[in-house]
């Protein structure tokens, strides 16, 4: 962790309660920071846990432990009329424009709302800043008088990123913003959300499940399995040197346009474990291609999420094999030295 970065996120766990079953660890000790103007990717398979992370850091579930330090203030033990507050500071993308609107309201309406609720501006000096808001992400003067239902998807996220906005927030969750959007409006919002970053100073938690456009919009990217961070590492060295099993799966099935760039697809056999109770042991294992997958320590016991490689590198990996790997290197090198 960085004593320079906007939010520090330690040890966050949210286990739910299910009546006669136990406790389902839907994020289970998950730690990173994010710095000032930075971009951080969660990427991960469906029901992996990080759409969860980004609804306790916005306090839209209670965490069961750990802390998000933002300004020294921990956001997930602050009390109502600080988090009111705090508000001001961090805001959220949703990942449907349609269903995150009010379907009664306007533009203009929708927009003015954070305004009114804390209280800042009326009358004239409101409409203009609903205004300003508009020609800031693209919206046309004319859409301020429609409702949702008229505009179309990429117009529709484009009113969620100026609610997002409108009370000039310091960090912004983006929980799979264009996952609902035809491909070509994709590009016109990540580009969006790119320039207003530099703009505006802005620092991301980005969601998503497709690489592609987490490649072009992040600077450093974590991967999430069953709960947990299995992998973290700066984008382009995620890309160019993947080193957890199931990252190296995830990355083989991503599209390539180019027929030389196109790798073999890894296709994971076995069933996901449970997040209900998990047993110990790596949480990969019954799905790991690797042949040290198979050993006592890989179904026995919790691999820790370690630095490897480069002393300098921030590259860390959850996996017995690396942990043991980092061993090796540490001993050839201080047998070389003596």
């Known amino acids: 962790m960085s004593d320079k970065a906007l939010l520090q996120i330690h040890h966050i766990k949210k286990y739910f309660d299910i009546p006669g079953k136990g406790a389902l660890h839907a994020v289970d000790d998950v730690s990173f920071d994010i710095m000032p103007n930075e971009t951080v990717g969660l990427v991960g398979e469906s029901?992996?846990?990080k759409s969860t992370?980004?609804?306790?850091?916005?306090r839209l579930h209670d965490a069961t432990a750990g802390e998000a330090l933002l300004d020294g203030k921990d956001l997930l033990r602050i009390g109502a009329k600080d988090l009111r507050d705090m508000r001001k500071e961090i805001q959220m993308i949703f990942q449907d424009p349609y269903s995150s609107?009010?379907?009664r309201q306007t533009v203009s309406a929708i927009l003015s709302k954070p305004f009114i609720i804390h209280k800042i501006l009326k009358g004239n000096a409101l409409k203009e800043r609903v205004r300003e808001l508009a020609n800031t992400v693209?919206?046309?003067p004319y859409t301020l008088s429609l409702f949702p239902h008229e505009l179309d998807g990429g117009r529709r996220q484009m009113v969620?990123?100026?609610?997002?906005?409108?009370?000039?927030?310091?960090?912004i969750v983006?929980?799979?913003?264009?996952?609902?959007l035809d491909v070509s409006v994709q590009a016109t919002i990540i580009n969006l959300l790119i320039s207003l970053r530099e703009k505006m100073n802005l620092s991301y938690l980005f969601i998503s499940h497709d690489l592609s456009v987490v490649r072009h919009i992040t600077h450093r990217v974590a991967v999430m399995y069953l709960g947990q961070i299995i992998e973290f590492a700066d984008t382009d060295a995620i890309f160019a040197n993947t080193l957890h099993p199931y990252s190296i799966a995830l990355l083989s099935a991503v599209p390539a346009v180019e027929f030389a760039r196109m790798?073999?697809?890894?296709v994971l056999q076995g069933d996901v474990p449970s997040p209900l109770n998990p047993k110990p042991g790596c949480r990969f294992a019954p799905r790991c291609w690797m042949s040290c997958a198979k050993s006592e320590e890989c179904?026995?016991?919790d691999p820790p999420l370690v630095k490897v490689g480069n002393a300098q590198a921030e590259h860390y990996v959850r996996c017995h094999h690396w942990q043991e790997a980092q061993k090796e290197a540490a001993l050839v090198e201080r047998q070389s030295k003596g």
């Open 174 to 180: 983006c929980d799979e913003p264009v996952s609902s």
């Open 263 to 266: 790798k073999k697809r890894i």
């Open 47 to 49: 029901g992996c846990g």
């Open 299 to 301: 179904r026995s016991k």
């Open 101 to 103: 609107l009010n379907p």
């Open 53 to 58: 992370v980004g609804n306790v850091l916005m």
């Open 138 to 140: 693209g919206l046309e």
């Open 160 to 171: 969620g990123i100026a609610r997002a906005l409108a009370l000039n927030p310091k960090f």
